[in-house]
């Protein structure tokens, strides 16, 4: 069985912007794309809890169409671009799949990426502009910031120092979750080193990563108080 098509459910910058990119990279503009409007409250409407029943937040939703004629649809943004390097192998995008140190580093770096950093830059996300004022904790956003400065940072300016890559001196799948976290830490004034405006520059070369963000001006960081999302949102 095969991959016929794909389609990708997105919001500007957001989570689904990894997958974008990591699309662009092995499938070129050979792929279908759907805005979803997060902060009306699309993502709570009974088409996309069908698709996403966890009323989450965030997008992706990459709907894969096989050649069976069936459907299917995956939700976490760092299984996707996991899935995808490796269904799309061709491109060289993660180490072969065998006992390797350069794929337990692979793997270790890219679930890094998509679960411990994603959570602190989360965390401080919703209690600067997602959450209503009064459910807003100002020692949760202290706490996350002062960890991430202090322990994340450090480890990728180590790796960014000695490689030009998060996994060595070639690009592959983890850069995508990577890149678009130093992205989403320096709106919230971390990874400001030198390291990391290298990394960025190197990366936005790519022409997958330049059409992953070709839609960033239509981010809005802080959602507003009138917007739907804020009655339904629940962390």
Known sequence: MSIESLKLYHFPASRSARVKWMLHEVVGSRFAIEIVDVYAGAL???????????????????????????????????????????????????????????????????????????????QIRIHEHMLAIQERDPR????????????????????????????????????????????????YGLCRASVFRRYLARLAKRPACKAAFDDIDAFILEVAPEQPLLTTFNG
């Open 140 to 187: 949760t956003v202290t706490r996350y910031r002062s960890k991430f400065a202090t322990e994340i940072e450090p480890q990728l300016c180590q790796r960014l120092e000695s490689a030009p890559y998060i996994c060595g001196e070639a690009f592959t799948a983890a850069d995508c979750i990577m890149g678009h976290n130093v992205l989403w830490a320096r709106r």
């Open 44 to 122: 709570f409407s009974p088409r996309f809890l069908r698709m996403n029943p966890n009323h989450s937040v965030s997008v992706p939703i990459l709907e894969i169409f096989w050649s069976d004629g069936s459907a299917q649809q995956m939700l976490e943004s760092t299984a996707i671009v996991a899935f995808l390097a490796d269904a799309y192998g061709e491109a060289h995008l993660a180490p072969p799949v065998q006992a390797s140190r350069g794929r337990a580093d692979y793997l270790q770096m890219l679930q890094f990426g998509g679960t411990t950093m994603d959570m602190l830059l989360w």
